[in-house]
């Protein structure tokens, strides 16, 4: 159950971002995507998930080359936006993208106070603060059950104790068997865990 | 299929929630199909030889309002992604999404449309093949509307080039609809027109979802 990508190219608007990219996630590892702003920490991410084809190269489940599809169904997703709706509760937004995943919504109650915010289920999610949304947003990993894991930034905007929570969260995924893929500014201290570190060499 | 009625509920409540989406619509449509006799006066021939049309081109531009965010509140908010790596195929997605606009939009216009036909006058004997044509013709607004607000969905403001991008592939749905009721109010028998507005809904609902789910794959690059 290893992820890997073989020569990775990626370009936006006609620029490369980056050439010839290889790396490996084990079963149960964490890779860290360290870089600069535009170093394609993000577009990186995007190709994992599908959305964005590589340029040139490929994506492996298990050195076995991954469609677009194949990624899709695998991975679970955290990107800059929180994907929230104002007009929904707290509880009624977790529920959605749990159910959409094929959980079940009993399931809610738990991946509310994995994040610490089950005391806000009833709260229209509209009046949630930055932090509070996003830790919403994070809630739902703990409740699917995709093998991989990519996170884009999943620290900006939280609290330190909830960074210390998301940081159990993360480890608990390893330490079940699951993969990790995060862009990330500051040091997240997961075990094991590897840096890829982007647009070092331009 | 749950993934389905999964979104479609979804929707629903998020369009009812905001009191907005179909309220508005339907106010749109009230007072855009109130209008005409102000403008062109109240005389009731008059009125009855226009009704059919008039009350087709309100439906049509009050479903056109709805269209821009039919997608849009998903792409910024990033709730498109998450609903693009949900295990149902994106077209099934669009599918979804669509049936849900429709819920939301054309099927209150439908069932208001004998309201509007009273207030212009329509022949009672037509009403019926009105709500039947704008059942049948609705559901091809949204899924058209689907293919322009994918396309559209990464512009800001998208909406003036939306309506310029589906209106043209409006016109057979609101010739047939308008050409159903008038062959109702004239005594003529509106089969033939109901049953190409019929066969439209059908081609719209088999390809519409392909091609909205090609544009918005483009634009979640």
């Known amino acids: 159950m290893a992820f890997s990508g073989r020569n990775l190219t990626c370009t936006r608007g006609g620029r490369t971002v980056f050439r010839d990219l290889t790396f490996d996630v084990a079963a149960g590892a ?8 535009g170093s394609g920490k993000s577009s990186l991410l995007r190709m994992a998930a599908g959305f964005l084809p590589p340029a040139a190269g490929h994506f492996a489940w298990d050195g076995n ?63 949630l603060s930055a932090g509070q949304r996003r830790r919403l947003n994070l809630c739902r990993l703990a409740a699917g059950a995709a093998p991989l894991w990519l996170l884009d930034e999943p620290t900006s905007s939280l609290d330190d104790a909830s960074v210390t929570g998301l940081i159990a969260m993360l480890q608990q995924h390893l330490d079940r068997g699951g993969a990790l893929v995060v862009a990330t500014h500051v040091d997240l201290p997961l075990r094991p865990s590897a840096t890829l570190s982007l647009g070092a060499s331009r | 299929m749950n993934t389905f009625a999964v979104i479609v509920a979804r929707d629903v409540r998020l369009a009812l929630r905001h009191g907005g989406g179909t309220m508005w619509a339907l106010l749109f449509y ?39 965010r039919l997608f849009q509140s998903d792409f910024e908010d990033g709730s498109l992604e998450l609903l693009a790596l949900s295990p149902a195929p994106l077209e099934v997605v669009v599918l979804a999404k669509s049936l849900a606009h429709w819920l939301t ?3 209150p216009l439908a069932a208001f449309a004998p309201l509007m036909g009273l207030l212009l006058n329509l022949h009672p004997s037509a009403w019926g093949v009105l709500v039947l044509a704008m059942l049948l013709g609705t559901p091809v607004l949204s899924l058209i509307g689907a293919i322009g607000a994918a396309l559209t969905v990464g512009i800001r403001r998208g909406g003036m080039l939306l309506s310029l991008v589906v209106v043209p592939f409006f016109v057979p749905t609101l010739i047939f609809g308008v050409s159903a009721v ?19 809904l059908l081609g719209a609902a088999a390809l519409a979802p392909w091609a909205a789910a090609a544009a918005l794959r483009l634009n979640l690059e």
């Open chain 1, 30 to 37: 964490a890779l860290l995507l360290r870089g600069p702003n």
């Open chain 1, 65 to 127: 080359p991954a469609t677009a599809d194949d990624l899709r169904a695998r991975v679970a997703w955290v990107g800059h936006a929180d994907a929230t709706k104002a007009a929904f509760t707290v509880a009624e937004n977790a529920a959605f993208w749990i159910r959409l995943g094929g959980g079940d919504s009993s399931a809610t109650g738990r991946a509310l106070a994995s994040m610490g915010i089950d005391h806000l289920a009833d709260l229209p999610a509209g009046v």
């Open chain 2, 30 to 68: 009230l007072l855009t199909v109130t209008l005409f006799p102000l403008a062109v006066g109240p005389e009731p021939e008059m009125l009855a030889r226009i009704s059919g049309g008039v009350i087709w081109v309100a439906a049509l531009l009050a479903a056109l309002l709805s269209l821009d």
């Open chain 2, 105 to 107: 939009t054309g099927l």
């Open chain 2, 182 to 200: 008038d062959a109702a109010a004239g005594g003529l028998t509106p089969r033939p027109h109901l049953l190409l507005l019929a066969a439209l």
